[in-house]
């Protein structure tokens, strides 16, 4: 006999199932007859409807079987042990405590007073209202309309040559990278990658399994004669603005370059990652416009120059990579959530992004110019500009010996975020990277201030 | 000598740094001497900033290089040679077209009718009028606010017991199944997943170089004998609604599995990708629910009851696997822009998404209902129901011999997408996936009248 309240929230027929299934787990054992529905209803006064739900319930989950025309029987549960939910399984897993930093020189920062707030939230409310289509799959590339923008945003400032289709709308540079990863794994099984170098690349591609070369960088960005020795045959640079060291492959070393993966069939991963922010010339045109014989996936994103929280970047795969791209699941699942790609879309295709870049550009460049003069106030003739002039950091190294060790510590002690390019590319390049980006102009002085007691001590 | 045009739209500066191109590729060789900038100047009647930034970019892109106190020469461009841009470079490499599908029975497809717009597009403007921050990278795992909200859904719709940190939000089912191949290939190579199964889900592990065990899935689901033979130490399964055969796992299977996995410190992905549509029963209790070892990685998605489009799915991720994820470079890239997430974050918040749910709910069992009713007026006798009463398709399967080729050939013909069970998930397991989601009321009755001409002329 059970019982009912029908004052608990429960509804009877809940009520009941959990009173059968204590009883069966308690007092019950496998092939033992339940009352048919019609009995257990007139015991408990209950509806037949009630008493049928909380059968089939247990029928559902295996507590019992039906067997027609015989009844309902207790299951098999001989091997059911119910432990109670253990109370303190949530334990406490300790993860690193977030640091409050009085100033953080990351540098890979925009100031978020710098995005374009207002227009997003008209655009948005406009795009939500057309045609969106919330109940479908979207094209796993990415929406035709953000990439045929994308494309032609390329082709007029990076010289990049590709049709929409080319284009492959992702939620980051990694993202990219781990579908280029997969998509090319049937052809090369050897990754080359600058050496020092961002150090995201490489693992994504070691984590498919390839084989990593590291490659060294000069003055004239990669060693191509070490990569003709490595046997590499995708290789990963970032020819115009080479992460860390800043330096731009010369004209003659593209060529050169393009001519061998040419011949050796392999391929190139163009990262432009920082394209948009060059300060005393032009951009230099990408390594993709160059390139006659479709051997080039150019990443680029747009986490540096509008928002990294909107989680929107892209590649443009060749032509020859296409196919098989559009027969792998990839193509059937987008990666961006389709209102942010449709209010890309419209920012692109009013012009806003390109206002958008030229305003980023002169406050940016203005930063980048105060951070320079402040760490010449501040530092004097104690260190030398490794980098310059693009990008969102000035690379700074000592003039004299440094103590590397004591920088970091004592910069968290006073809870100051640094940054070191070796942290984060490996190799001996060595350099301080003074963010600017997230600072407000009156910050980079006060933030130099403070860095500056930390640089002191630390001179030997 | 160059010839400039001050009517043209180009800047003085880039119509000298193009003039000088041009001469230097195909006049001037390794080693000439470019005339001082004061001497261009002069000569072209330009202003000296003019020629010094045509200068600074020739010397950035690597044409000239500068030698102090001695001018600026012509490199080594022996290698160069500039091929022109070829027109037809752009091949238009035929994708396959696309179909416009008269009905389209597509068994993962929500009518954009059903989606809250009005709703979604206020709590967008609400949040982003909040402190978003736009310029700096947010938390990789997932915004705190809308884990806590996932984390506390679980626990009251799915028994599914965790702390918001175990909740990383991803884009999608196969991002998170990438995520987690990747985060424990260090612990595990085999891989074992239900068969017939979800396609994708040994898609992303193959890529990852695991070797794939195919288990066969009978009416209780995972074969676990089958399992123990196979030697897979991660297993896959949709134990609450078996993707393709739709049969639940009963109970005291659920406790042997977990038992097994304990015992070999393995690991079950738990997909509980439609759980949210039931309409006979309660949902079943999740298996995460029931575990006590921590083995499980609960997968779950808003794909199916909110929006395909939006990109948003997540996943549990067990205590001991934390640390290894928090110290990857993936819990510092977010998946999901952080508008989409934080909107998704205030619709549950404020009780929006529990609403939402019982509305689709009682939507889409009147569909399924509907669908039912149109399958028997139509096919009448020649047809058995072989899964229904959740998720958004009825699978069905001919009493008679059929003819599948044709029933594929002419149902394409006369434009009606249908969906075979064996072509996503393998194995003999054969069915038609009568989706319903994405039909109105009225059209299930006209798809299925349509379908029905395709049936009759496909029965032997």
Same mark, same amino acid.
């Given at each position: 006999?059970?019982?009912?309240?029908?004052?608990?929230?429960?509804?009877?027929?809940?009520?009941?199932?959990?009173?059968?299934?204590?009883?069966?787990?308690?007092?019950?054992?496998?092939?033992?007859?339940?009352?048919?529905?019609?009995?257990?209803?007139?015991?408990?006064?209950?509806?037949?409807?009630?008493?049928?739900?909380?059968?089939?319930?247990?029928?559902?989950?295996?507590?019992?079987?039906?067997?027609?025309?015989?009844?309902?029987?207790?299951?098999?549960?001989?091997?059911?042990?119910?432990?109670?939910?253990?109370?303190?399984?949530?334990?406490?897993?300790?993860?690193?405590?977030?640091?409050?930093?009085?100033?953080?020189?990351?540098?890979?920062?925009?100031?978020?007073?710098?995005?374009?707030?207002?227009?997003?939230?008209?655009?948005?409310?406009?795009?939500?209202?057309?045609?969106?289509?919330?109940?479908?799959?979207?094209?796993?590339?990415?929406?035709?309309?953000?990439?045929?923008?994308?494309?032609?945003?390329?082709?007029?400032?990076?010289?990049?040559?590709?049709?929409?289709?080319?284009?492959?709308?992702?939620?980051?540079?990694?993202?990219?990278?781990?579908?280029?990863?997969?998509?090319?794994?049937?052809?090369?099984?050897?990754?080359?990658?600058?050496?020092?170098?961002?150090?995201?690349?490489?693992?994504?591609?070691?984590?498919?399994?390839?084989?990593?070369?590291?490659?060294?960088?000069?003055?004239?960005?990669?060693?191509?004669?070490?990569?003709?020795?490595?046997?590499?045959?995708?290789?990963?640079?970032?020819?115009?603005?080479?992460?860390?060291?800043?330096?731009?492959?010369?004209?003659?070393?593209?060529?050169?370059?393009?001519?061998?993966?040419?011949?050796?069939?392999?391929?190139?991963?163009?990262?432009?990652?920082?394209?948009?922010?060059?300060?005393?010339?032009?951009?230099?045109?990408?390594?993709?416009?160059?390139?006659?014989?479709?051997?080039?996936?150019?990443?680029?994103?747009?986490?540096?120059?509008?928002?990294?929280?909107?989680?929107?970047?892209?590649?443009?795969?060749?032509?020859?990579?296409?196919?098989?791209?559009?027969?792998?699941?990839?193509?059937?699942?987008?990666?961006?959530?389709?209102?942010?790609?449709?209010?890309?879309?419209?920012?692109?295709?009013?012009?806003?992004?390109?206002?958008?870049?030229?305003?980023?550009?002169?406050?940016?460049?203005?930063?980048?110019?105060?951070?320079?003069? $402040?760490?010449? =106030? !501040?530092?004097?003739?104690? *260190?030398?500009?490794?980098?310059? &002039? @693009?990008?969102?950091?000035? +690379?700074?190294?000592?003039?004299?010996?440094?103590?590397?060790?004591?920088?970091?510590?004592? $910069?968290?002690? =006073? !809870?100051?975020?640094?940054? *070191?390019?070796?942290?984060?590319? &490996? @190799?001996?390049?060595?350099? +301080?990277?003074?963010?600017?980006?997230?600072?407000?102009?009156?910050?980079?002085?006060?933030?130099?201030?403070?860095?500056?007691?930390?640089?002191?001590?630390?001179?030997?």
């Amino acid at each position: 006999m059970y019982f009912f309240d029908e004052k608990r929230k429960q509804p009877l027929h809940i009520q009941l199932y959990e009173a059968i299934k204590e009883d069966i787990l308690t007092n019950r054992q496998k092939g033992d007859k339940l009352p048919s529905i019609r009995k257990t209803a007139t015991l408990h006064n209950l509806s037949k409807t009630t008493v049928e739900s909380a059968y089939t319930q247990l029928c559902a989950e295996g507590y019992i079987e039906s067997i027609p025309k015989r009844g309902y029987f207790v299951s098999d549960l001989s091997f059911t042990q119910f432990t109670p939910p253990a109370q303190n399984r949530r334990s406490q897993n300790a993860l690193p405590e977030a640091i409050p930093w009085r100033y953080d020189f990351f540098p890979a920062r925009l100031r978020s007073e710098d995005f374009p707030l207002k227009l997003w939230k008209r655009l948005f409310a406009r795009v939500i209202d057309e045609t969106i289509d919330f109940g479908s799959y979207p094209d796993g590339a990415g929406e035709m309309g953000l990439r045929e923008q994308i494309a032609a945003y390329l082709a007029k400032s990076r010289g990049v040559v590709c049709r929409a289709e080319q284009v492959i709308v992702c939620s980051g540079f990694a993202d990219a990278m781990s579908l280029l990863a997969k998509l090319v794994k049937r052809r090369y099984d050897t990754f080359g990658m600058e050496h020092p170098g961002y150090h995201v690349a490489h693992k994504v591609f070691a984590d498919y399994g390839y084989n990593i070369r590291k490659i060294p960088v000069g003055k004239q960005g990669l060693d191509l004669q070490a990569l003709e020795t490595s046997g590499a045959q995708i290789v990963y640079i970032t020819p115009s603005h080479q992460y860390p060291t800043g330096v731009a492959m010369p004209v003659a070393n593209r060529q050169k370059l393009l001519a061998y993966i040419k011949r050796i069939e392999g391929l190139i991963i163009e990262d432009d990652y920082d394209s948009e922010l060059t300060y005393k010339t032009r951009p230099i045109p990408s390594l993709q416009g160059l390139d006659r014989n479709n051997r080039i996936v150019y990443m680029g994103t747009f986490a540096k120059s509008l928002s990294p929280a909107l989680r929107v970047a892209y590649m443009i795969l060749p032509e020859h990579l296409l196919p098989d791209y559009y027969e792998s699941f990839d193509a059937h699942f987008p990666h961006v959530s389709i209102t942010t790609q449709k209010t890309l879309e419209h920012f692109m295709k009013e012009g806003h992004w390109e206002r958008h870049l030229r305003k980023i550009r002169t406050l940016y460049r203005k930063k980048h110019d105060l951070m320079k003069k $402040a760490l010449r =106030k !501040r530092l004097g003739k104690t *260190f030398t500009i490794v980098a310059e &002039g @693009g990008g969102l950091a000035i +690379l700074i190294y000592p003039t004299r010996p440094f103590n590397w060790q004591k920088c970091k510590t004592l $910069a968290e002690k =006073k !809870r100051i975020k640094l940054y *070191f390019a070796k942290e984060r590319s &490996g @190799g001996d390049f060595e350099a +301080l990277r003074m963010g600017f980006g997230g600072f407000s102009e009156t910050e980079i002085y006060e933030a130099v201030e403070a860095f500056g007691e930390v640089w002191d001590a630390c001179r030997r």
